[in-house]
């Protein structure tokens, strides 16, 4: 399992095609450009997990987004909640897709697990939670906040900033989360937290 923002290696990287036609020693060697003449490669989940490990066990909480919209990866859900148990990460981890029969899977298999429905609108969201996801968070666009706040009471709204370009220019602006609070949004996804550190 492989840590990659979309199901295909095009945009983020200089290869062509569905991550799922590629065998791991494969995506290691795709490079991302991470400016200049620098590059990064592909990270395991194992590896991001080993990364965080020391962070998350300090109260850090990680949003694993099941990227299996296009392509329905055999046994996905099983393989991750495997290796968060195994860690004894599992009060740590929030589960997120655009899918929710994946989520619903990912609840059967651990009925505590903290889940997220993300689309695009908060409408969009709340519909999909209605179909028995077993989610309990909504993750919206920051702005697809299409509902009011009221209609929002009780739901932990986590808003994701940015995703669509790549790569990202660091903007070293902090957003006015008094404004997002007053949509309704309660927590942001968010590429660059070190601006929000005191």
């Excluded at 840590?3 to 995506?27: M, P």
């Excluded at 965080?52 to 909640?81: F, T």
């Excluded at 697809?144 to 220019?169: C, F, I, N, T």
Aim: glycine share 8%.
């Amino acid at each position: 399992m492989v840590v990659i923002h979309d199901e295909k290696v095009d945009r983020t990287t200089n290869g062509i095609g569905f991550v799922q036609d590629y065998r791991l020693v494969e995506l290691k060697r795709l490079k991302i450009d991470a400016g200049g003449e620098l590059a990064q490669t592909i990270p395991s989940m194992n590896e991001v997990l080993d990364l965080l490990n020391d962070r998350l066990m300090q109260g850090l909480r990680l949003n694993i987004e099941l990227k299996n919209s296009i392509c329905p990866y055999e046994g996905m859900e099983e393989k991750i909640v495997e290796m968060v148990h195994k860690r004894g990460l599992e009060k740590v981890v929030i589960y997120s897709s655009f899918y929710a029969k994946s989520l619903a899977r990912m609840k059967e298999l651990d009925p505590n697990a903290e889940i997220g429905i993300l689309d695009t609108r908060v409408s969009d969201c709340m519909y999909k939670l209605r179909g028995g996801c077993g989610a309990i968070a909504l993750h919206p666009f920051w702005r697809g906040m299409d509902l009011m706040a009221e209609q929002l009471q009780g739901y932990v709204v986590r808003a994701w900033m940015s995703g669509h370009l790549y790569p990202e220019k660091p903007t070293g602006k902090r957003l006015d989360l008094i404004s997002l609070e007053e949509q309704g949004i309660t927590d942001i996804i968010l590429n660059e937290p070190e601006v929000y550190l005191q």
